[in-house]
T-cell receptor, first 113, second 111 residues
Framework: NAGVTQTPKFRVLKTGQSMTLLCAQDMNHEYMYWYRQDPGMGLRLIHYSVGEGTTAKGEVPDGYNVSRLKKQNFLLGLESAAPSQTSVYFC????????????FGQGTRLTVV | KNQVEQSPQSLIILEGKNCTLQ??????????LRWYKQDTGRGPVSLTIMTFSENTKSNGRYTATLDADTKQSSLHITASQLSDSASYICVVISGNNRLAFGKGNQVVVIP
């Protein structure tokens, strides 16, 4: 019963490098989300998807891209990493129905130096 | 301005004591409100959900209340344990399924 799995758990990047964070869910959820969590800021929505093949911008989308080619996977890409993108990234999924619960992954701690 | 405000930002309590965390929101239209517990280094985990018509709901030693008229919720922790040390996040879900997060209440339980 994996739920929401994020890969990798930790990563250190140099400024300007690119990388992709993978989120996988096995609950057949329609909705998937990417958040970043910074000290004193709470969780902020980067991008989200309401179904396979669809994506939409959240609160802080600049510098990130996403893709939802398969229903169970939601990828978050950083094309040219910046120190301001040092953060803990959380993926979440939900069924999207009324009163549904959002399930979160364990997080990816990314440091950009 | 954040749509979900939590207080206090942090608190320290003795093991065995009770505490109450507050959440005020301005999200509209309102669908439901959840309290999540986030242990250090882990993802948030749902504790309880409150819908518009519910005033009180319990989950073990956690009791949540909701006053939809004043747009306030509280989370009461009874007989705290060391494992209750965590961040408690208030999340308000709007009618179009958008999630608005509070910044969390950081609770530290000491023996």
């Amino acid at each position: 019963n994996a739920g929401v799995t994020q890969t990798p758990k930790f990563r250190v990047l140099k400024t300007g490098q690119s990388m992709t964070l993978l989120c996988a869910q096995d609950m057949n959820h329609e909705y998937m989300y990417w958040y970043r969590q910074d000290p004193g800021m709470g969780l902020r929505l980067i991008h989200y998807s309401v179904g396979e093949g669809t994506t939409a911008k959240g609160e802080v989308p600049d510098g990130y891209n996403v893709s939802r080619l398969k229903k169970q996977n939601f990828l978050l890409g950083l094309e040219s990493a910046a120190p301001s993108q040092t953060s803990v990234y959380f993926c979440a999924s939900s069924s999207g129905t009324k009163h549904t619960e959002a399930f979160f992954g364990q997080g990816t701690r990314l440091t950009v130096v | 301005k954040n749509q979900v405000e939590q207080s206090p930002q942090s608190l320290i309590i003795l093991e065995g004591k009770n505490c109450t965390l507050q959440c005020n929101y301005t999200v509209s239209p309102f669908s439901n409100l959840r309290w999540y517990k986030q242990d250090t280094g882990r993802g948030p985990v749902s504790l309880t959900i409150m819908t518009f018509s519910e005033n009180t709901k319990s989950n073990g030693r956690y009791t949540a209340t909701l006053d939809a008229d004043t747009k306030q919720s509280s989370l009461h922790i009874t007989a705290s344990q060391l494992s209750d040390s965590a961040s408690y996040i208030c999340v308000v879900i709007s009618g179009n399924n958008r999630l608005a997060f509070g910044k969390g209440n950081q609770v530290v339980v000491i023996p």
